[in-house]
């Protein structure tokens, strides 16, 4: 009898499996990251939108008005490194676009590799800096290498890091020549992109393209703006950055323009083996001026994102059938740097030099322990010791790291001063947690140095200054298509739970080093 029942209840529980059957794997998933989109400002201009773009998205799709990142520091690099490592930078090590290399002492590119030489570029670029898994590298080994992974962005970091280290292929377009760019790492060049480049890149059409506004100067009365004229660019009026200006504007359809190639002719999304398309758009002020100086720039652009994503969605839809589609949408989660407040309305502030607090802590520490150098560099608000005179001086290095961070924090604009013992082995909190998760221990400085908002970081070398905000800025996360159900949520959600959820939809397991579950109920 006991026999009888265990076989009976053994029965019941296959046939319950059974009747539970998942969906089949999407046959194509689509990662669209949208550089700088803000959830405030989408919902702001949608008067503006048709039917068929962002419209779309919030009527089929799974809405996260909130999307929030877990670290401080925020870049596009390390914004998309963690979207497809499900991770932050003190595991998948992508900090930012550059940082200081403290054996050589000199800034490096997060995809700086002399080993690979690349195609239509000079650079020398690939994911090798990338220290964890991706969701394309995962793919690739489930479906044993079957499955094809494309990454195509205006930028070489986004291309290379959504493409990880396994994909098929990453292309960026070329700032100097305006061609679609590619790396060795990945293998050889496809045909259909080098045809492209031969027949139709925009090098060919560059001379008689311009951004002028969709819809007549009444319609852009959302942010304030002192201009009565309407813009009008013509990139190759500035010759020798024709090609960076247009990487720098809202004309996203040369990134749809190279996917329908690869939707056209490869075997991308044609068979039921999934296969992975990672885009990125540009939503950030043109040639990264503030929003006080192109306001009217900011909204034409979210005109052109809409229609971008329709037409997106359009060739998704007649190429591979949107029911066969996994798409999500998100933001890189940080702005272009605003303009200081004008002095007339009376907001604290002022100008933070980095090199002048290196050469004053330096001093200091002369004075407290003798002669030499023991600020070897400095790199975007981190300053790094000199490892190997504390040794000689038989000096203990958390002891130097705490006094200098509370040198450091005398300093007028200086919010808070973290040694790097503090990050890795000090308290919680909630403003050290996102530090935390921001820093890397082989690959950031001894101090990190939060300033002031309302303060400017001076760039000593001549490149761009940075005024700090503080401020929540919000960006959204969409799922769409295959088998998701339609729902508006408030509720904030992080980035690092899009690789666990697109791992749950491909079957397959998450990045190595992604420790978040999947987000439920989306179907």
């Not at 029942?5 to 969906?23: D, E, M, N």
């Not at 048709?50 to 008005?65: A, I, M, S």
């Not at 401080?72 to 390390?78: I, Q, T």
């Not at 305006?178 to 060919?204: C, H, I, L, M």
Request: hydrophobic share 40%; glycine share 8%.
């Amino acid at each position: 009898m006991k026999g009888l029942l265990t076989s009976l209840i053994t029965v019941l529980t296959f046939t319950g499996l059974q009747a539970q059957s998942l969906p089949a794997a999407p046959k194509l998933v689509v990662g669209l990251t949208i550089d700088q989109l803000r959830t405030d400002y989408l919902e702001a201009f949608s008067s503006l939108y048709g039917e068929k773009g962002f419209k779309r998205l919030w009527k089929e799709g799974r809405v996260f008005h909130n999307a929030e990142y877990t670290f401080s520091g925020v870049d596009r690099a390390s914004a998309i490194a963690a979207i497809y490592s499900g991770t932050t930078p003190s595991m998948n090590g992508i900090i930012s676009k550059r940082w200081m290399d403290a054996a050589t002492l000199r800034p490096v590119n997060s995809t700086d590799d002399t080993a690979f030489m690349g195609y239509y570029t000079d650079q020398t670029v690939a994911p090798t800096k990338l220290l964890t898994s991706t969701i394309a590298d995962e793919l690739k080994i489930a479906t044993q290498g079957k499955g094809l992974v494309y990454a195509i962005a205006p930028n070489c970091d986004a291309a290379i890091f959504a493409a990880g280290h396994a994909g098929n292929g990453a292309f960026w377009l070329n700032p100097n020549t305006g061609k679609w760019s590619g790396t060795t790492y990945y293998g050889e060049f496809p045909w259909w992109a080098s045809q492209y480049n031969d027949r139709q890149a925009v090098d060919f059409r560059i001379a008689g393209m311009t951004w002028e506004p969709v819809f007549p100067r009444g319609m852009y009365t959302f942010l304030p703006d002192w201009r009565d004229m309407l813009f009008k660019y013509k990139f190759d009026d500035d010759r020798n950055n024709k090609f960076r200006r247009f990487i720098a504007s809202p004309l996203n359809d040369e990134v749809n323009a190279l996917a329908e190639e690869a939707l056209n002719k490869s075997s991308i999304g044609m068979d039921d083996i999934t296969d992975l398309l990672a885009l990125t758009y540009y939503a950030g002020n043109y040639a990264h001026k503030s929003v006080q100086e192109c306001a009217m720039e900011i909204q034409d652009t979210y005109v052109r994102l809409d229609r971008s994503i329709a037409n997106l969605l359009d060739v998704l839809d007649k190429k591979v059938g949107l029911q066969n589609v996994l798409l999500f949408v998100t933001s890189t989660g940080y702005t272009d740097s605003e303009s200081p407040d004008s002095g007339l309305y009376k907001i604290p502030g002022g100008e933070f030099y980095l090199n002048r607090c290196a050469a004053l802590l330096n001093m200091y520490l002369m004075a407290t322990y003798g002669e030499g150098k023991y600020v070897e560099t400095h790199h975007n608000q981190q300053i790094y010791l000199n490892h190997k005179l504390l040794e000689k001086k038989e000096l203990n290095l958390t002891e130097i790291q705490q006094k200098s961070a509370e040198f450091l924090m005398q300093f007028s604009g200086v919010n808070e001063a973290y040694s790097a013992n503090r990050l890795l082995l000090g308290s919680w909190t909630p403003e050290i947690y996102k530090i935390r998760n921001g820093y890397h221990r082989k690959r950031s400085g001894d101090l990190v140095i939060d300033v002031l908002p309302g303060w400017t970081i001076v760039n000593e070398n001549g490149g761009e200054n940075k005024v700090v905000r503080h401020s929540y800025i919000p960006s959204p996360l969409i799922f769409m298509g295959h088998s998701v159900k339609p729902a508006v949520i408030q509720t904030p959600v992080t980035i690092d739970h899009i690789a666990p959820t697109l791992a749950h939809f491909m079957r397959i397991r998450a990045p190595n080093a992604c420790t978040s579950a999947p987000i439920t109920g989306l179907r």
